[in-house]
């Protein structure tokens, strides 16, 4: 698939530009008249009859357009500690691939990465983006996932009244495997995934997990990275809702 934003198609009317123009015009050598898929990052998979090219732009028509296309049905939201390094890149191009539907990475009391600066936090959200997009595209999704800007764990647990069912992974030894938790029955719209730092959340973190009737979850005894423990929940989850059948 190739991505061009939902404001550049209008009236039948797509517009590719920048990197993913040249792409198509001198990698892959398209010619006037082929016929490309193209997502808008809104659910929509259009099929393209290409009308001008060049390594500047591409335009074409749109023959037919199918709606959320290997997509699930239910929508995931993963809060990942933040890590450092490229860490998270790893995160949002694995769960993107699998089927997430919006990130947004946090801050914990363990977390070995601190932001100070505004515009540093920014850069980052901006190079996840463009790690999601190639995501997108190499997993054939119509849709981009939203990445959220970086959050402090208190502010993502004011929010937990919009979703349907809140997990959070833990180490403790009242924490339950997820078939216990999830009931595939009940179809759920919107999932809550909370994934602390490598030391994993603290007491008084879980406690407030608790009082927003965040279900603590257990991925086994042994300690995971982030990044492990990010993939892990989210292909447990999506099985379970059966979305990787």
Known sequence: NFYTPPQKIKDDR????GEEAFHIAKVLKF????????VDGLGNKYKVVISTISKKSVEGNVLTCVR???EPLVNITL???LSSGTKMDLVIEKCTEIGVNAFIPILTEKSFVKLDKKAKA???TNRWRKVAIAAMKQSLRSYLPRIYEITEFEQILRKTHEYDLILIASLEANSKPLREVLN??????NILILVGPEGGFTP???ERAR?????SISLGTRRLRTETASIILVSQVLTLCGEMS
């Open 14 to 17: 797509v517009l590719i530009e």
């Open 31 to 38: 010619n006037k008249g082929e016929i490309i898929p193209v």
């Open 68 to 70: 959320k296309e290997n």
């Open 79 to 81: 809060a990942p500690a």
């Open 122 to 124: 920014q850069n980052k």
């Open 184 to 189: 595939p029955q009940n179809k759920y719209k």
């Open 204 to 206: 008084s973190e879980l």
């Open 211 to 215: 009082e927003e009737k965040t279900e």
